[in-house]
């Protein structure tokens, strides 16, 4: 299927002089022949470091020209890219340098540099053309997970499984085209703004307007401005922009066709929040670093579908199943049915998928990759409705088990975020001496909430079973999230 980087080349043959890339933090535009040019420049000077193909070179830059240029240089060389956070401190940096043998940082930094390990600045200085190195099989990037339940491990991911990713995409009906202009401000270096996002628009030719930083006082001027089309986005900007004043959404969006949302659960409350405000639906997506990165898409289902993250994109199969591995459904709790999260008719799996886009293991080995068949389980539990849309309940390893009977977090969430003087809740499993495990609700008070552990654990008694109340209520300021708004829960478990 070729090389990522071609497609950069691709969009410079067709549309030599359109606009590419509008670095607002910057100030700086470029076209699709400027940005190639100097991705081209770039790669002359990574062979002049000494960059053969395959050395890992760490992308340590925030959401801007510069990641571009590094990433599509990078892969010209037919070395592999792997992103990191230009916020993650020392010790992260160290670890993911060391783990995947890198050679040289791409970074503003001079101080990112280590012995052995240089530290390389992007340059937009044009360059004469080069031919990518590899392509296909050839791993394109090491992407790291966040870590939400364990250890960061890093996601080998082809140029095949990102192209592939992206003619799947482009496959569903109201996605990105060459006339649109996407604002894209979440981070680059996480795989749902690499591929969606940057990737998706330079195949089609779209151009790219980039903010280092989500403020949506800024996001809402910028999209004014730049007369955005298409919002690539996660929950925690779009609870922002429902925060908003109708008549100021409603100006900063005027042009907007299109908001989408990924990465993490996104609430019916801010859908229709911002429904109500705007008129534009939050179409919601699914994915995984693993599956590089979307399998499923309202988008697909037609219509913005509250708690449901649609249905698989075109090449993309995903069946249901046992923890074993077989292809059925777990069934719920018979004694429970009438508490039971997800419908009476369904049964709760562990989702399964399969197709053209899936990674190739995890860095170094390849391993715990797709089985002989081809499918991957994700490690995450979901049911389909009765019109084969996708609801996701939680991960696997988030399951809190109490005297053997299974809580998902997301369902006492649900119950406790209920509550008006609740802003923000996480629910996770602490070991409990009698029932195994019990539930521990960690909650975030509203501003000026006068709230009680009494009055959360009084709530769940009367809308949850009993073993799926909290028996401990803790408060905090704020929750721990990942860069594009994850919950970590694991930090919540201590």
């Known amino acids: 299927m070729g090389?990522?980087?071609?497609?950069?080349?691709?969009?410079a043959a067709r549309w030599?002089?359109?606009?590419?890339?509008?670095?607002?933090?910057?100030?700086?535009?470029?076209?699709?022949?400027?940005?190639?040019?100097?991705?081209?420049?770039?790669?002359?000077?990574?062979?002049?470091?000494?960059?053969?193909?395959?050395?890992?070179?760490?992308?340590?830059?925030?959401?801007?020209?510069?990641?571009?240029?590094?990433?599509?240089?990078?892969?010209?060389?037919?070395?592999?890219?792997?992103?990191?956070?230009?916020?993650?401190?020392?010790?992260?940096?160290?670890?993911?340098?060391?783990?995947?043998?890198?050679?040289?940082?791409?970074?503003?930094?001079?101080?990112?540099?280590?012995?052995?390990?240089?530290?390389?600045?992007?340059?937009?200085?044009?360059?004469?053309p080069v031919d990518a190195i590899g392509g296909d099989e050839d791993i394109a990037v090491v992407s790291y997970t966040s870590g939400t339940t364990g250890p960061s491990r890093g996601v080998m991911l082809s140029h095949r499984a990102l192209l592939a990713n992206l003619e799947q995409v482009g496959a569903v009906p109201g996605t990105l085209g060459h006339l649109d202009r996407v604002f894209i401000a979440i981070p680059l270096f996480h795989v749902y703004g690499l591929g969606p996002g940057l990737l998706h628009a330079t195949s089609v030719g779209a151009t790219v307007v980039l903010a280092e930083r989500f403020d949506v006082v800024k996001a809402l001027e910028v999209c004014a401005?730049?007369?955005?089309?298409?919002?690539?986005?996660?929950?925690?900007?779009?609870?922002?922009?429902?925060?908003?004043?109708?008549?100021?959404?409603?100006?900063?969006?005027?042009?907007?066709?299109?908001?989408?949302?990924?990465?993490?659960?996104?609430?019916?409350?801010?859908?229709?929040?911002?429904?109500e405000k705007t008129g534009l639906a939050i179409f919601e997506g699914y994915g995984l670093t693993e599956t590089a990165p979307v399998v499923t898409s309202t988008l697909v289902t037609g219509y913005a579908k509250p708690g449901s993250v649609g249905r698989p994109v075109p090449g993309v199969e995903l069946r249901l199943v046992e923890s074993d591995?077989?292809?059925?459904?777990?069934?719920?709790?018979?004694?429970?049915?009438?508490?039971?999260?997800?419908?009476?008719?369904?049964?709760?799996?562990?989702?399964?998928?399969?197709?053209?886009?899936?990674?190739?293991?995890?860095?170094?080995?390849?391993?715990?990759?797709?089985?002989?068949?081809?499918?991957?389980?994700?490690?995450?539990?979901?049911?389909?409705?009765?019109?084969?849309?996708?609801?996701?309940?939680?991960?696997?390893?988030?399951?809190?088990?109490?005297?053997?009977?299974?809580?998902?977090?997301?369902?006492?969430?649900?119950v406790i975020v209920a509550l008006p003087e609740v802003a923000e809740v996480a629910v996770v499993g602490v070991i409990d001496e009698r029932s195994g495990e019990s539930v521990k609700a960690v909650v975030v008070p509203a501003p000026g909430a006068s709230l009680s552990e009494q009055q959360v654990v009084d709530h769940c008694a009367e809308k949850l079973a009993g073993y799926k109340v909290p028996r401990t209520v803790e408060f905090a300021e704020a929750l721990p999230h990942s860069a594009t708004g994850k919950l970590r829960r694991t930090r919540l478990r201590s």
């Open 225 to 275: 401005a730049q007369r955005v089309t298409v919002i690539g986005g996660v929950p925690a900007m779009y609870a922002e922009f429902a925060r908003m004043p109708a008549h100021e959404l409603g100006e900063g969006l005027a042009t907007v066709r299109l908001l989408s949302s990924g990465a993490a659960p996104l609430h019916p409350k801010v859908l229709a929040t911002i429904r």
């Open 3 to 11: 090389n990522i980087a071609d497609l950069l080349a691709g969009a």
């Open 16 to 128: 030599p002089d359109a606009g590419a890339l509008t670095d607002t933090t910057a100030g700086t535009a470029v076209t699709w022949a400027q940005l190639n040019s100097a991705v081209d420049g770039q790669v002359r000077k990574l062979a002049e470091h000494g960059v053969r193909p395959g050395d890992r070179i760490v992308l340590r830059l925030p959401t801007s020209a510069d990641f571009a240029i590094a990433l599509f240089a990078t892969a010209r060389a037919g070395a592999v890219a792997v992103p990191i956070s230009p916020l993650a401190p020392e010790p992260e940096l160290a670890t993911v340098v060391e783990h995947s043998g890198a050679r040289f940082v791409f970074s503003r930094s001079p101080g990112d540099a280590r012995p052995e390990v240089p530290v390389l600045t992007p340059s937009a200085e044009p360059g004469e």
């Open 325 to 414: 591995g077989l292809a059925e459904p777990v069934p719920l709790d018979p004694d429970d049915l009438d508490d039971a999260f997800v419908e009476d008719d369904a049964g709760a799996g562990l989702v399964s998928v399969r197709g053209a886009n899936l990674f190739s293991g995890y860095w170094p080995e390849g391993a715990h990759g797709p089985d002989e068949e081809g499918w991957f389980r994700t490690g995450d539990v979901g049911y389909l409705d009765v019109d084969g849309d996708l609801h996701l309940v939680d991960r696997a390893n988030d399951l809190i088990i109490v005297n053997g009977f299974n809580v998902f977090p997301h369902e006492v969430e649900e």
